[in-house]
């Protein structure tokens, strides 16, 4: 499993909103300046993240976004699932993925299905107000 670019930008602009949250609405273009993400980069993520109700978006003067959430509830996996799509490590453990004709003899199939797990289960509990922490040093 290889997290995109997409994937890791958004991280950045949940934190980033979640930084700021006292400040109100936020202009894409300081999230843009603040995390060196080109704007334009930033506009394709916005809806996904809009659309899912994470990030909330004004348009006109006064403008910007902010959280639709509390940074607590948001988590890492959530996230990457939204712009990654599955973050199963082989496609025959997918959620809704095909069978594989070898599955009822496959003597991988539990290590992928193993791993799936931890993977998904570690993910669902680092939520974005942990990630606000670690340059305090207080997590991971």
Do not use: F
């Not at 939204?82 to 069978?99: F, I, K, N, Q, Y």
């Amino acid at each position: 499993m290889m997290i995109s670019t997409r994937g890791r930008y958004a991280l950045r602009v949940i934190i980033d909103l979640a930084e700021q949250c006292s400040s109100g609405n936020i202009r894409l273009k300081d999230i843009s300046e603040r995390q060196n993400i080109s704007l334009k980069y930033l506009e394709n993520i916005m809806p996904l993240l809009v659309k899912n109700k994470i990030v909330e978006g004004v348009h006109g003067k006064g403008g910007g976004y902010k959280l639709g959430k509390d940074p607590q509830e948001i988590t890492v996996g959530e996230i990457l699932r939204l712009t990654e799509g599955s973050l199963a490590p082989v496609s025959c453990v997918e959620c809704g993925g095909a069978d594989c004709n070898k599955k009822l003899t496959c003597r991988t199939l539990p290590v992928w299905t193993h791993l799936d797990k931890i993977i998904t289960e570690y993910l669902d509990s680092v939520s974005i107000s942990n990630l606000m922490k670690v340059d305090e040093g207080m997590w991971i």
